[in-house]
C-alpha cells in the first residue's frame, strides 16, 4: 500500500472539513443540484469521451495509485547480477532453473535460455514495455481529463446559479444565499480536481515510469548476459539507472 497517497487524501480531507467546521456548519456546503451539475457533469462527459471499459475500469485505475507494490530498481539490478553470475558460471541455459518472482524479469530469462537471438529479445521486451505503458496512460488521461472537466462543470453550475440569482433580484434576502448556493459548484468541481483526480494522475504517471525503468534494467541485463559479458560489466552498466549514491562501484571509490 502506497502509505503517502492514502495520507494525502486524507490530510486534504481533513484540512478542507476543518476549515468549514471552523467557521460554519457543515450543512450549509451541500447542495444537491450543484453536486448533481458537477458530478453528473463529469461522469457524463467521461462516458462521451472514453469507451465503456475505460469508465468501467476507473476504480481499478484509483485503487491502482493505493494498493502498489514500490518498485526498487537496486533490488533488480542486484537479482540480475546473480543471473549473470550464474550464467557466466554454469551456462545461459542453467537461467532456466533459477527461480523468479518478477514476471518481466522470468519471461526475459526463458527467452534468453531458449536461445532466442538477441534482437529478438530487445523486440519482445520492448513491445511489452511498450503496451505497458499504454495500459497505464489510458487510467492517467481519464482522471486527468476528469480533474479538467471538474472546475469546467463548477462554472457552469455557478453561471445557472446566477441566472437564476438574477431573476429574483426584486427580493434583496435571497440574494446572498443564492450567490452562496451559485458559488458552490465552483467549490465542488475544484476540490474534485485538485484533491481527488489530477494529483493521483500524477502518482500514477509517477508509478508508471518506475516501472518502466525497472523493465528497461531488465531488457539491458538479460541482453548483456546472453551476450556473455562480464557480471561486474553488466552491474556497471545497469548502475546507471539509479542515482550516484546508490551505485555500488561508486560507493566502492
Known amino acids: 500500500m502506497d502509505i503517502a497517497t492514502v495520507a494525502g487524501l486524507i490530510l486534504a480531507t481533513v484540512s478542507i472539513i476543518g476549515s468549514i467546521l471552523y467557521g460554519s456548519p457543515l450543512s450549509i456546503f451541500y447542495d444537491a443540484p450543484s453536486v448533481a451539475v458537477v458530478g453528473g457533469g463529469v461522469l457524463a462527459v467521461t462516458l462521451i469521451k472514453w469507451p465503456m471499459e475505460n469508465v468501467k475500469a476507473l476504480m481499478a485505475y484509483y485503487l491502482k495509485s493505493i494498493f502498489t507494490t514500490v518498485v526498487d530498481p537496486k533490488a533488480m539490478i542486484e537479482e540480475i547480477q546473480k543471473l549473470a553470475e550464474t550464467a557466466r558460471r554454469e551456462s545461459v541455459f542453467a537461467l532456466e532453473k533459477v527461480p523468479v518472482e518478477d514476471k518481466f524479469l522470468k519471461k526475459a530469462v526463458t527467452l534468453a535460455a531458449d536461445n532466442r537471438p538477441p534482437e529478438v529479445i530487445a523486440s519482445i521486451l520492448s513491445l511489452e514495455i511498450a503496451a505497458m505503458e499504454d495500459r497505464h496512460s489510458k487510467g492517467v488521461d481519464v482522471l486527468e481529463g476528469m480533474g479538467a472537466d471538474g472546475p469546467a462543470f463548477g462554472m457552469i453550475g455557478t453561471l445557472i446559479g446566477l441566472v437564476q440569482m438574477l431573476q429574483n433580484m426584486s427580493d434583496p434576502s435571497s ?54 559479458e562480464n557480471p561486474r560489466v553488466i552491474r556497471e552498466k545497469l548502475d546507471s539507472f539509479l542515482p550516484p549514491k546508490d551505485r555500488l562501484i561508486e560507493k566502492k571509490e
Do not use: C, D, H
Open 175 to 228: 440574494i446572498g444565499p443564492a450567490m452562496a448556493v451559485a458559488l458552490l459548484t465552483t467549490f465542488y468541481g475544484s476540490v474534485l480536481a485538485n484533491v481527488f483526480t489530477i494529483p493521483v494522475a500524477a502518482k500514477l504517471k509517477q508509478r508508471s515510469k518506475q516501472e518502466s525503468i525497472k523493465m528497461n534494467i531488465v531488457v539491458a541485463g538479460v541482453l548483456g548476459i546472453v551476450a556473455g
